[in-house]
């Protein structure tokens, strides 16, 4: 496991606003009733159509999604499923920095936030904690695998077809190449990688490199999302 996080550092890298996918690095500090940077203010929430992943950076957060509530931890990664409410709570002392990506970025209808159904309360939560599982959840709109590369060791240069492309890095130090730009990633920094866009990761480092990657799939915003007709 990484060591603490400079939560204002951390907070501060670039959010992702785009057609496929939207996120950020959010905190809560123990002195607020809400994230830090989260403009929206306390809104609890569900999204329409589309899928929200939460990882745990650190510190721990309650989180009720559909008809589950419960505390997340340090490398508990969350899939919150599409039209379930969902809203959180800070437990503990220690700040939380828990990292979002919204999916697809339908651009008219981010959130819903009244007249809540019954089945909007309904159903689970799946998750699982990327440093004592191998296996990470995903769904229709997530395809989401942990990797692992060893020093020296790359992925290969690729592309995903018009699919989005986010990795966030665990542990290690990743090299990572977009097209003709080239920098190093270290534990708990991550990158939006637009779809058909040629890259490769490598481990640049002299330990294990692990990193979460996560690939848009929804196949009706492959794309883009849909654009507001005039009436």
């Not at 977009?178 to 480092?205: C, D, K, M, W, Y």
Request: hydrophobic share 30%; charged share 20%; glycine share 8%.
């Amino acid at each position: 496991m990484s060591g603490k996080i400079d939560h204002q550092v951390w907070s501060q890298q670039p959010k992702m606003l785009a057609e496929r996918c939207r996120g950020l690095a959010l905190i809560w500090t123990p002195d607020v009733n809400w994230f830090n940077n989260d403009w929206l203010g306390p809104t609890p929430h569900c999204h329409e159509d589309a899928t929200e992943i939460g990882y745990m950076a650190q510190g721990q957060l309650e989180i009720e999604v559909g008809g589950s509530k419960r505390v997340y931890k340090a490398g508990d990664f969350i899939i919150m499923p599409p039209n379930k409410y969902h809203n959180y709570w800070f437990t503990g002392d220690e700040t939380a920095c828990f990292f979002v990506v919204v999916g697809p970025n339908h651009k008219f209808r981010r959130l819903k936030t009244s007249d809540f159904t019954p089945d909007m309360h309904e159903g689970d939560a799946p998750y699982a904690n990327v440093f004592s599982s191998d296996t990470l959840p995903s769904n229709e709109h997530f395809k989401v695998e942990k990797v692992t590369l060893q020093p020296g060791e790359s992925e290969g240069e690729h592309a995903v077809d018009q699919r989005d492309r986010v990795v966030y890095i665990v542990s290690g130090t990743a090299q990572v190449r977009l097209h003709t730009f080239s920098g190093p990633l270290a534990a708990n920094q991550f990158v939006h990688i637009p779809g058909s866009t040629r890259h490769e990761i490598s481990n640049s480092g002299y330990e294990p490199l692990t990193y979460i990657s996560m690939i848009i799939t929804d196949p009706d915003t492959v794309h883009g999302t849909e654009l507001k007709e005039d009436e």
